[in-house]
């Protein structure tokens, strides 16, 4: 039985979820694992069946609505809503704006939580420990993968539906940096924009796809195969570190509305680089004071977090 501030909580959580979205590399699967509601998650959305539907038709809608644990994912998909609605802009504005800072923020929430999610696992082992380097290594890889050429196919869109979303409910990895990575990013944000409603429901319909039969097998490997599903996704989060790393030289530009008004240039492949070397290539300042102070605000929230969960639990 959950009160309502507990709901409030999870309405927070699910803001933190949506804010972390609509950031290029960060994941809003590995907020729900940092808050504490990642494994209800899943196990949540895996209850989407045509049992649970039966239920409805059979019984009505309350048992369905328990079934489903309605009260629990209205107040993160809220909380999520929420979020997109209320902060996109604000979150947006800080990463053309700031930056350095911004990256630095989610650096620091990041790396505090690895630690954190590696406790979860009961019993580190050879296999638990080959778990977290796999992890580690294939998110890495992952981070540092050139864009395909944008292919336009109905099947292929569909399919990268079904992997952006696999993406965004797992820690550490970003759905739209995976959308950028297979060459169908553009493809969804055109079609967004032009309102091309055939092309969006083919990617939702390869979204709600993924999203159901890939919560299901994470349930599957959370209830056979615990410590080593969440060693891989602590492994995950450090190998994520590659992509929101603070300083970038660009290397290549996607520029939208070329010579237009409302011209935009969105990063497509970039290099980590140094604070000194950012001064040096940019020419602007690397901020560090400003980078080691954001990144230890985000580090001191995950404890703090940490701390009120520990003593509520």
Same mark, same amino acid.
């Given at each position: 039985m959950?009160?309502?501030?507990?709901?409030?909580?999870l309405?927070? *959580?699910g803001?933190?979820?949506?804010?972390?979205?609509v950031v290029?590399?960060?994941?809003?699967g590995?907020i729900?694992?940092?808050?504490g509601?990642?494994?209800e998650?899943?196990?949540t959305?895996?209850?989407?069946?045509?049992?649970?539907i039966?239920?409805l &038709?059979?019984?009505g809608?309350?048992?369905?609505w328990?079934?489903? +644990?309605?009260?629990?994912?209205l107040?993160?998909?809220?909380?999520?809503?929420?979020?997109?609605?209320?902060?996109s802009?604000?979150i947006?504005?800080?990463?053309?704006?700031?930056p350095?800072? $911004?990256?630095?923020?989610f650096?620091?929430?990041i790396l505090?939580?690895?630690?954190l999610?590696? *406790?979860?696992v009961k019993n580190?082992?050879?296999?638990r420990?080959f778990a977290?380097?796999?992890?580690?290594?294939i998110?890495?890889?992952?981070?540092?993968?050139?864009?395909?050429t944008?292919?336009?196919?109905t099947w292929?869109?569909?399919i990268s539906?079904?992997?952006a979303?696999?993406?965004?409910?797992l820690?550490g990895?970003s759905g739209? &940096?995976?959308l950028?990575?297979?060459?169908s990013? &553009?493809?969804?944000?055109?079609? #967004?924009?032009?309102? %091309?409603i055939t $092309?969006?429901?083919v990617f939702?319909?390869?979204?709600?796809?993924?999203l159901l039969?890939?919560?299901k097998? #994470?349930?599957?490997?959370?209830s056979?195969?615990? %410590?080593?599903?969440?060693?891989?996704?602590?492994? &995950?989060?450090?190998?994520?570190?590659?992509?929101?790393w603070?300083w *970038? +030289?660009?290397?290549e530009?996607?520029?939208?509305?070329?010579?237009?008004? +409302?011209?935009?240039?969105?990063?497509?492949?970039?290099?980590?680089?140094?604070?000194?070397t950012?001064?040096?290539?940019?020419?602007?300042?690397?901020?560090?004071t400003?980078a080691i102070?954001?990144?230890v605000?985000?580090i001191?929230?995950?404890?703090?977090l940490?701390?009120?969960?520990?003593k509520?639990?």
């Amino acid at each position: 039985m959950r009160s309502v501030k507990d709901y409030s909580l999870l309405v927070l *959580k699910g803001m933190g979820m949506g804010a972390a979205d609509v950031v290029p590399g960060v994941s809003g699967g590995t907020i729900a694992f940092i808050s504490g509601i990642y494994e209800e998650l899943i196990d949540t959305i895996s209850r989407v069946n045509f049992k649970t539907i039966g239920i409805l &038709f059979k019984q009505g809608i309350k048992p369905f609505w328990k079934a489903m +644990n309605g009260n629990f994912l209205l107040a993160v998909l809220g909380g999520i809503a929420i979020s997109i609605l209320s902060l996109s802009k604000l979150i947006s504005y800080l990463l053309e704006n700031e930056p350095i800072g $911004t990256w630095s923020f989610f650096f620091g929430l990041i790396l505090a939580s690895i630690p954190l999610v590696a *406790k979860k696992v009961k019993n580190w082992s050879g296999s638990r420990y080959f778990a977290f380097a796999a992890g580690a290594i294939i998110a890495w890889l992952l981070t540092d993968l050139p864009p395909v050429t944008e292919p336009g196919a109905t099947w292929y869109l569909f399919i990268s539906g079904m992997i952006a979303i696999c993406a965004m409910i797992l820690p550490g990895i970003s759905g739209s &940096f995976i959308l950028i990575l297979l060459g169908s990013y &553009f493809t969804v944000l055109t079609a #967004l924009n032009d309102r %091309d409603i055939t $092309t969006i429901l083919v990617f939702i319909a390869g979204a709600v796809t993924g999203l159901l039969v890939f919560s299901k097998f #994470l349930k599957f490997m959370f209830s056979r195969f615990h %410590d080593i599903t969440v060693a891989t996704l602590a492994g &995950f989060l450090l190998g994520s570190l590659n992509k929101i790393w603070p300083w *970038k +030289n660009v290397l290549e530009w996607f520029v939208k509305h070329p010579g237009e008004a +409302n011209e935009q240039k969105i990063a497509l492949v970039e290099e980590n680089i140094l604070p000194g070397t950012y001064t040096s290539l940019t020419g602007e300042p690397s901020q560090l004071t400003v980078a080691i102070i954001m990144a230890v605000v985000g580090i001191a929230i995950i404890f703090i977090l940490e701390k009120v969960a520990t003593k509520k639990a």
